[in-house]
Each structure stands twice: as structure tokens, then as C-alpha cells.
């Protein structure tokens, strides 16, 4: 059994708390951190052996690369487990490059370490916000020689679209993203009346438009005729709400996954808790033949957890 680190009663940690102990530790999880590592190991053994046939250069690049292990807790016990991307190091066949990004200096130092314990790999290690850093390195590469695996595992609503653009238009990134589902709803309050600025500027770099607004929300019939308020509710409920993520992620990627849903406890066949998390995979490549193979691995993975 595995149980979350932080919140009690089964309710949803806040953001904030999410946020702190992610920084101040390796990161915190549950059942969604073993879900999420397993999905992206598995790929990352297939597309390596995959592509081992062809004279692609392979890249494995993860975002926000935290310190390369996981703190869980696992039937009342705190664990450590190898993170993302001490993972991706042990993988066999061998990515020809690795790329961490991490912009907090403590998380750096063990970044740092363990690129030590691997003197024979190409490591390079970026201090940045990862959106940033992103967008230069989706520059950086000659496409059509490289092939790469993109591991986006944000803090809250921190990827932008414009991010997401860029890594679509190189036509050669597969990205398996845990989208923050309780961020979403959590921004998208129930009455419009508590949306402020900053939560509606949140949405719009998150999915890349402002027609969620018109999607979620609605007139309420019973608003106050004398000006108290704009009266608008969210006349949708929350798997609609991820439906529009969906759509928006399809505008962007020729193939994309349904999302795995990721919740605060239990497992993947018999989940307990609020959902946290969407788990997507997309993949950038136009070619019907390359994204068709990778969408068919990712879902058998998907399927199987």
C-alpha cells in the first residue's frame, strides 16, 4: 500500500504545501509517483531499443530533473526510490545524452553528483526555469539526426503553451507530461466571482487560450439583477474540464494519448483520493508511421499499469 506524504482526512494538499515539500526535499509522492516513474521507464526501454536500429542521435531531457531519487511513503514507512533520472541513466540500450533541467542550487548539487557517478555518459546538467531552457535547447538541435524523449513532471501550472509549441514544432521530441489536473480545477473556481487575475492569466498560459472561459463558464440564471457581481459559474464538471485539455494537446501534437489519471492514494487498478494528476504522452513527429508506433507503445504501457 502507498500512501502520500502530506494532507490527512483524504483531502487535497494545497498548492503551496505541494510546492514547498517538493522543493525543500528530493520531492514527496504516493501512488501517482509510482505510476508515473513506471510508464515513463518502460517507454524509455522501448523507444531506446526501437530506435537502437537507426542512426538517430538519442536524447533523454527531463524538465524539471529534481535530485534523481523520490521520497514516498509505502505501508507507514518513508522510502526512497530512484527518481526520473536516475532511471533514465540505467536504461539498456543507452540514451547517447542526457539533459537535467533544474533551476534550485541544493537540487543542482546532487544533479551534479550523480553525473560524477557516471563519468562514461554525456550529461549535461542546465540551472534555469524550464521553460526556458527549453525553448533554447529546441533550438539548439539539427532535428533530423536526433530523436529525443522529453519528461515533463511540473511544479503545479508552471509549463507554458508557448513551451509546448516550440517542443511540437521540432517534429522529432516524444513527451510524456503530468499535466496538473487539481491545479486546473483548483484555478478554475466554481463561481468566477473568486477568479482574479492571476488565476486567469494561470489558465490562459497553461492552455494556450482564453476560450476556456467561454467552455467553463456560464451566465447563472439566479445572478444578481442589480449588478452584484458578473453571476457566472462553471457549468462543467471536472473530466470535461480535462476533455478541453485534450482538445487543446491535439491542436499542437499529431498524436496524443488519453490521459492516465493519477490519484492521491491507492493504486492504478483501485485508486483512492481526489485526482492530482493527468499523465499524457504526445508525440511531435508528423511522420504517420514514427508517432503511430510510439502512440501504440505508450497506450499498451498505459494499459497495462
Request: proline share 5%; glycine share 8%; with cysteine.
Amino acid at each position: 500500500m502507498v500512501e502520500p506524504i502530506g494532507g490527512d482526512n483524504g483531502l487535497l494538499p494545497d498548492e503551496d504545501e505541494l510546492d514547498n515539500v517538493s522543493r525543500d526535499q528530493h520531492s514527496f509522492g504516493g501512488a501517482w509517483t509510482l505510476i508515473k516513474l513506471g510508464a515513463l521507464e518502460k517507454y524509455l526501454a522501448a523507444f531506446n531499443t526501437v530506435l537502437s536500429k537507426q542512426s538517430f542521435t538519442r536524447l533523454y531531457i527531463d524538465a524539471f530533473a529534481g535530485t534523481g531519487r523520490c521520497d514516498i511513503k509505502v505501508d507507514g514507512e518513508n522510502k526512497t526510490i530512484d527518481g526520473s533520472a536516475r532511471r533514465a541513466l540505467d536504461i539498456n540500450p543507452a540514451f547517447h545524452k542526457f539533459c537535467f533541467i533544474e533551476l534550485h542550487s541544493k537540487k543542482l548539487m546532487a544533479l551534479n553528483a550523480l553525473r560524477s557517478e557516471h563519468p562514461g555518459k554525456i550529461i549535461e546538467i542546465i540551472q534555469d526555469d524550464a521553460n526556458k531552457a527549453l525553448k533554447t535547447l529546441c533550438t539548439q538541435y539539427h532535428w533530423r539526426r536526433e530523436r529525443a524523449v522529453l519528461f515533463l513532471d511540473p511544479f503545479g501550472m508552471h509549463v507554458e503553451w508557448s513551451t509546448l509549441e516550440t517542443i511540437a514544432k521540432t517534429g522529432a521530441i516524444d513527451v510524456w507530461y503530468l499535466f496538473p489536473y487539481a491545479g486546473l480545477y483548483r484555478q478554475a473556481t466554481k463561481n468566477a466571482d473568486a477568479l482574479d487575475a492571476d488565476k486567469e492569466a494561470s489558465l490562459t498560459r497553461v492552455l494556450g487560450t482564453d476560450e476556456w472561459r467561454k467552455v467553463f463558464y456560464v451566465q447563472n440564471p439566479q445572478s444578481d439583477m442589480f449588478g452584484g457581481g458578473n453571476g457566472d459559474v462553471r457549468d462543467i464538471d471536472h473530466p470535461q474540464m480535462l476533455k478541453f485539455v485534450s482538445k487543446q494537446l491535439k491542436t499542437l501534437f499529431p498524436a496524443v494519448t488519453e490521459p492516465k489519471i493519477l490519484h492521491r492514494g491507492g493504486n492504478s487498478r483501485n485508486p483512492s483520493g481526489p485526482p492530482l494528476f493527468a499523465l499524457y504522452f504526445a508525440s511531435s513527429n508528423p511522420s504517420l508511421k514514427a508517432h503511430g508506433l510510439a502512440t501504440k507503445i505508450a497506450k499498451d504501457i498505459l494499459n497495462s499499469l
